[in-house]
T-cell receptor, first 109, second 114 residues
Framework: GQNIDQPTEMTATEGAIVQINCTYQ??????LFWYQQHAGEAPTFLSYNVLDGLEEKGRFSSFLSRSKGYSYLLLKELQMKDSASYLCAAMDSNYQLIWGAGTKLIIKP | IAGITQAPTSQILAAGRRMTLRCTQD?????MYWYRQDLGLGLRLIHYSNTAGTTGKGEVPDGYSVSRANTDDFPLTLASAVPSQTSVYFC?????????????FGPGTRLTVL
């Protein structure tokens, strides 16, 4: 079956660095997406990886290892506004997204 | 440019009633999607449309129907609502007919079926 695993909740301190891990199993693979979702709002796109390696975009970076079925989202210099859920989604061979349940990130001052 | 709009924002519905959730995008995207989001679960695809005039079933299509008469609109209909359809519903769209395109989401409709 197809499955995405990510931690349910994480806590970090303002100004620190946090890494949110995601493992996936899909029928075929056409890339890994990360979205941010603030409470009561829609998911918004953060990053897309299809090749192995690290993609950096400002304070956010995303890493992919296709051989391990593994990705992580790295958030640096955490700000209070980064408190949100972070959704990992893998695209299968039919170009449909398989979503994880999300990781709720709590930032403490 | 509004992007994707959904209506209503929220709705309380009696079981057995028919309900249509509206979704409109102004980005001229080919593909559109309907998801439901429930606490503790990932987004689950209900139905999708790769281009105007075509639709397909997602992971959880039972009890729902869609139509895609034109590029902009993708309504979702619950023919006879049941309490298990209480959820937050998101419409999304992406640029290509097929491919690893980014999906952009509407603000959601919070539906409660009593």
């Amino acid at each position: 079956g197809q499955n995405i695993d990510q931690p349910t909740e994480m806590t970090a301190t303002e100004g620190a660095i946090v890494q949110i891990n995601c493992t996936y199993q899909t029928s075929g693979f056409n890339g890994l997406f990360w979205y941010q979702q603030h409470a009561g709002e829609a998911p918004t796109f953060l990053s897309y990886n299809v090749l192995d390696g690290l993609e950096e975009k400002g304070r956010f970076s995303s890493f992919l290892s296709r051989s391990k079925g593994y990705s992580y989202l790295l958030l640096k210099e955490l700000q209070m506004k980064d408190s949100a859920s972070y959704l990992c989604a893998a695209m299968d061979s039919n170009y449909q997204l398989i979503w994880g349940a999300g990781t709720k990130l709590i930032i403490k001052p | 440019i509004a992007g994707i709009t959904q209506a209503p924002t929220s709705q309380i519905l009696a079981a057995g009633r028919r309900m249509t959730l509206r979704c409109t995008q102004d980005m001229r995207h080919n593909a559109m999607y309907w998801y439901r989001q429930d606490l503790g679960l990932g987004l689950r695809l209900i139905h999708y449309s790769n281009t105007a005039g075509t639709t397909g079933k997602g992971e959880v299509p039972d009890g729902y129907s869609v139509s895609r008469a034109n590029t902009d609109d993708f309504p979702l209909t619950l023919a006879s609502a049941v309490p298990s359809q209480t959820s937050v519903y998101f419409c999304a769209s992406s640029d290509g007919e097929r491919g690893a395109d980014t999906q952009y989401f509407g603000p959601g409709t919070r539906l409660t079926v009593l």
